[in-house]
């Protein structure tokens, strides 16, 4: 018997590999002689550097950068197993829980760290980037980044903008000649799964600004920075970025993928399991077991356990998910290619018990569902 092993992490109690090791470890009570593969997954949001990490037997490289606020953070990207792709999450070096509440204002933080994180990339030889839009602190535009990689952003007197959200509204010209060749040789993903133009009513500072900090007042002020940014930038690369899906994730960042490299956007789930070879995996399976920490009404719109179930129904194969609890309207995945969802929760509990006990408690989960399995569909001889 073939199992594939393939969840999600369950935030804040374990990461996807651990989830993947309880599960693994209670299913071998029941089924010792089975085959199984696990893939540590992520659907491009928080947690997708660790799982690709693990899925490909790679490692992370730590590094200190400038931090939003301009001050150094701890940082980290991830260096898959084959050795030419890095996996870059923004918000590990630009993202909104490096600001203090009290001190979130989007006219005052800078994406810089993040391409620090992309330059330390290069000059480590890496031919492919993964580069997750999610968490950012950020309403820049990517020119933080874009600056940290050699390009120059510039007011009417030729001098430096601060690269920051407030900084753009000064901007009148943009310097590629020192923007670092290496961007263009370079295939770039971006995980995303926002579809938001750059500027307007849906657009970065409308939308996302709010829950970094600005003000509506803010939000009129970046929008304009943001329109006068896609202007210019169509004038020195010749590409329309304003109107472009996904062009206002994270603050602009999407602008600035689109606009100066040669990045392609792409739903994060779709680029983790294209990564992980998920499908090649699956083939020949008898079950697919995926999971997340809460499975809900929002899991079939692109997270992990609808993205793994696609790939299983490929080949016919059953899927199960497990998770930590379920939530509203749960049996809507049942529509989307998920078969069936059990939580680990065995008894009532607090929260902060259910995380400390998650790993034992899907373990055991897991061997109830191989017996059950067992009951109703005897494992054939390997």
């Known amino acids: 018997m073939k199992v594939v092993i393939a969840p999600d992490s369950f935030k804040e109690s374990l990461t996807a590999k651990q989830v993947s090791d309880a599960i693994h470890a209670g299913l071998a009570r029941v089924w ?7 893939v540590p997954v992520a659907d491009g949001g928080e947690g997708t550097v660790q799982s690709l990490v693990d899925a490909t037997e790679g ?44 001190q979130r204002d989007p006219k005052l933080t800078t994406s810089f760290g993040t391409g620090e ?36 952003f510039l007011n009417r007197d030729g001098d430096s903008i601060a690269l920051t959200g407030g900084g753009l509204t000064e901007l009148a010209q943009i310097d590629l000649k020192a923007l670092d060749p290496r961007l263009n040789q370079c295939e770039i993903l971006v995980a995303s799964d926002v579809n938001n133009p750059l500027c307007g009513p849906k657009g970065a500072s409308a939308i996302f600004g709010p829950q970094k900090g600005a003000t509506a007042a803010d939000v009129a002020l970046l929008d304009d920075a943001l329109k006068n940014f896609g202007a210019l930038t169509q004038h020195a690369t010749g590409k329309s970025v304003i109107d472009a899906a996904g062009a206002g994730a994270a603050g602009g960042m999407g602008a600035a993928l689109l606009g100066y490299t040669q990045a392609v956007l792409k739903p994060g789930i779709d680029i983790v399991l294209e990564t992980v070879k998920l499908a090649e995996l699956v083939e020949g399976a008898d079950l697919v077991i995926t999971g997340e920490g809460r499975i809900d009404s929002q899991t079939v719109h692109g997270k992990t356990p609808m993205g793994v179930a696609q790939v299983a129904k490929r080949f016919d194969i059953p899927v199960i998910a497990l998770s930590g609890c379920t939530g509203d309207n749960y049996q809507a995945v049942y529509e989307c290619g998920i078969d069936a969802v059990f939580a680990a929760v065995p008894r009532a509990m607090t929260l902060d018990d259910a995380l400390k006990e998650s790993d034992f408690n899907l373990a055991d989960l897991a061997e109830n569902v191989a017996r059950l399995w067992h009951i109703a569909r005897p494992p054939r001889a390997l």
């Not at 010792?32 to 696990?38: K, N, T």
């Not at 931090?67 to 030419?84: C, E, H, I, T």
């Not at 330390?120 to 940290?148: F, P, Q, Y």
Request: net charge negative; glycine share 14%.
């Open 32 to 38: 010792q002689d089975a085959e199984f593969v696990s």
């Open 59 to 102: 490692h992370l490289v730590h590094l200190t950068v400038k931090g939003p606020q301009n001050k150094p953070v701890d940082a980290f990207y991830g260096m898959l197993g084959d050795g030419q792709t890095a996996v870059i999450e923004m918000a590990a070096a630009s993202g909104l829980h490096h600001v203090p509440l009290a």
């Open 117 to 152: 994180l992309i330059r330390h990339a290069l000059d480590h030889g890496v031919k492919r980037l993964i580069i997750g839009l999610g968490g950012s602190a950020t309403n820049d535009a990517g020119v933080g980044m874009l600056a940290a990689l050699g390009g120059r």
